[in-house]
């Protein structure tokens, strides 16, 4: 009857307006605590931006990996004359570039159905908040904190000996910077102990109870200024205005017809529900409540 309201205030008037008794609400205080709840509940965020997440992380992901092949290249190129590490540093970065592009236009299609930059970085952050969330509840389970200690100490002894194993198969064999392994098997056994030491290392740094390193940089570039600059000139093409901000929903809604949250529905003023008007009626049904429980005892 009211599509306005939040869905969990909904499921409160639902259940108190059930035909079986036994279905509706015992007692008056389980009614006010159901609405209290419905107070403390997290805002939903669009299907829409959270599949922007990963867009945006792999944009990131890319940008870095590219930069560091192309510094890194850049000094092999200049000292020793090797441009290979430098090529797929400029293949990284046409990669990204790609991936820039395609995100860029998911940001201008959010844009257009209402969404505004500084209502994108507080739904990303809110989607970050969920994550946290998450986490600070897995470091509350012992099975899952003792198992990550026994982990750690599994791969720390691992890794002492792979790194132990590559030192002594590179004794004697390092020229002017360079390692000369010349046996077949010598080079498996270098190759399977570096391939060992990297999957350690990410077990190591990879912890269930922290942020990744991505998540971290994620926060810090698109959740900040630079964030907040980027998006801004995403969210139009060049010589294209910012998108007006429309007085109701767009003629076709995207995304499933799911309306944004800084779109109000196109209603008379005098009929569009505000929060004190929400607030009102909550408090008034929570007192008519307890003037029936109390007429009852």
Avoid: H
Wanted: net charge positive; proline share 8%.
């Amino acid at each position: 009857m009211r599509p306005d309201l939040p869905p969990a205030l909904g499921a409160v008037i639902d259940r108190g307006c059930a035909k079986e008794p036994t279905d509706r609400f015992r007692t008056a205080e389980a009614l006010v605590e159901a609405l209290d709840a419905t107070q403390l509940a997290t805002p939903e965020v669009p299907v829409a931006v959270r599949l922007l997440v990963p867009d945006l992380t792999a944009v990131l992901t890319r940008a870095m990996v590219a930069l560091g092949l192309l510094a890194y290249g850049n000094d092999r190129l200049v000292g020793y004359g090797n441009a290979s590490v430098f090529s797929f540093g400029l293949i990284a970065l046409a990669m990204m570039w790609v991936r820039l592009l395609s995100t860029a236009q998911e940001v201008r299609r959010l844009c257009r159905a209402g969404f505004t930059v500084p209502e994108l970085q507080r739904l990303l952050l809110l989607v970050q908040a969920e994550r946290d969330g998450v986490r600070a509840m897995r470091r509350l389970d012992p099975v899952l904190v003792k198992r990550r200690r026994l982990r750690v100490a599994l791969a720390s002894g691992l890794l002492v000996w792979q790194v132990v194993t590559i030192v002594q198969l590179l004794q004697g064999r390092i020229k002017d910077g360079d390692a000369n392994i010349e046996d077949r098997a010598t080079v498996l056994l270098f190759f399977a102990a570096l391939l060992v030491v990297a999957l350690v290392v990410t077990v190591l740094v990879s912890s269930p109870f922290r942020r990744p390193f991505v998540e971290q940089c994620f926060s810090t570039v698109w959740l900040g200024r630079a964030g907040r600059a980027l998006l801004s000139l995403a969210s139009r093409r060049r010589g294209e205005p910012a998108p007006p901000t429309r007085a109701g929903p767009p003629a076709s809604p995207p995304y499933g017809g799911a309306v944004p949250p800084t779109v109000a529905p196109a209603v008379p003023t005098s009929e569009a529900p505000t929060l004190t008007t929400l607030a009102a009626e909550v408090s008034a049904l929570a007192e008519r409540v307890v003037r029936l429980e109390a007429r009852r005892e």
